[in-house]
């Protein structure tokens, strides 16, 4: 199966249709496709498009990004729910995600992907190309250098579903994370499941657990803090020279965020940024103290990237 060998830089469209929809894709600028094998040897003569095959049944599902209704548990919290893939993609780096994001939610779903280093495929409808084209030709903006995750925390998985919704919450709470087999000595924090600071009879409350988390680690040591949102979600990478940045927007279906503060520890200077559905984006009162620094997004629309150089 060619997709499974590929090395996908960029999530790819998973395209179900024939031929015949070419100009569909010409129109949305999109230059390479993942087909089922039922459809690949229609496509074998279409040549201004990549053409690779996927078996779907052969890729872990995933659901579309974005804020759901959860009255029994918004209630509670008070906090809107987010459906995020991030923890799947992190707990199965090595896996390959078909995901299924009709109409705007391709444009989320290829950014979460692309974030979080997933070899992803989106499936979307007639109304999905478009943003999945926009977003695509984005992402292929950004340079291709060699950037890692940068994390406080090693969260050693067991597999289960329990230790999976933790993963979730730490994700939602901006706790950046790796998946370790064993405690990493270069990291500030070790959390598992079923440990004696995080035990197995408190798994049916993972927002307790978070908490836990965030106290253990301290927000002195925290690489990353958002604040004015409950619905963005921020990765940050580094090739040592510079960081990243990426911010998402789970809750872009309903409104953008306004006056988003962040704060990245690290001695950075002279951030910019670049957003996907704002052609200039200036980021706002710029601090910088001994530890970190600090700035404000005015308006996060879907997805935005800032750069950070020491």
């Known amino acids: 199966m060619t997709f499974l060998i590929s090395v996908l830089l960029l999530p790819c469209l998973f395209w179900d249709k024939g031929p015949e929809t070419i100009n569909q ?6 230059t390479r496709i993942a087909v089922p094998p ?39 919290t008070h906090a809107p ?25 391709a444009a989320l779903a290829t950014a979460e992907a692309f974030m979080f280093g997933a070899s992803a495929a989106i499936h ?26 940068l994390v406080d925390i090693g969260f050693i998985d067991d597999g289960t579903p329990a230790s999976g919704e933790f993963m ?24 598992a499941l079923g440990s004696h600071d995080y035990p197995r009879s408190e798994a049916q409350n993972p927002s307790l657990l978070a908490e836990k988390v965030r106290s253990n680690l ?22 040592r020279r510079c960081a990243r940045l990426f911010l998402i927007n789970y809750g872009v279906a309903r409104s953008p965020v306004h006056g988003l503060r962040v704060r990245v520890l690290g001695k950075y200077a002279n951030p910019t940024a670049m957003q996907f559905d ?24 879907t997805f935005a990237v800032i750069h950070l150089c020491h």
């Open 278 to 301: 704002s052609a200039d984006t200036s980021l706002q009162d710029v601090s910088n103290d001994p530890s970190g620094i600090e700035f404000t997004l005015p308006e996060l629309k």
């Open 25 to 30: 894709l010409r129109q949305a600028r999109i």
């Open 218 to 239: 301290t927000d002195q040591k925290r690489l990353l803090r958002i604040y004015g949102s409950e619905v963005v979600i921020g990765r940050l990478v580094s090739d």
């Open 38 to 76: 039922s459809l690949a040897e229609s496509w074998k003569n279409v040549s201004d498009i990549a053409i690779d095959t996927a078996d779907p049944s052969r890729l872990e599902k995933v659901e579309a990004p974005g804020v759901v209704l959860r009255p029994e548990i918004s209630s509670a």
């Open 168 to 191: 979730n919450l730490l994700i939602r709470r901006n706790l950046l994370f790796k998946v370790v087999k064993r405690p990493d000595p270069k990291l500030d924090l070790t959390v």
């Open 124 to 149: 979307t409808d007639d109304a999905g190309l478009e943003p999945f084209g926009q977003m695509l030709s984005f992402l292929g903006r950004l340079r291709n250098d060699d950037f890692s995750p």
């Open 81 to 105: 729910w987010v459906n995020s893939n991030g923890w799947r993609f992190l707990r199965n780096a090595a896996g390959h995600f078909l995901c299924q994001a009709p109409g705007s939610a």
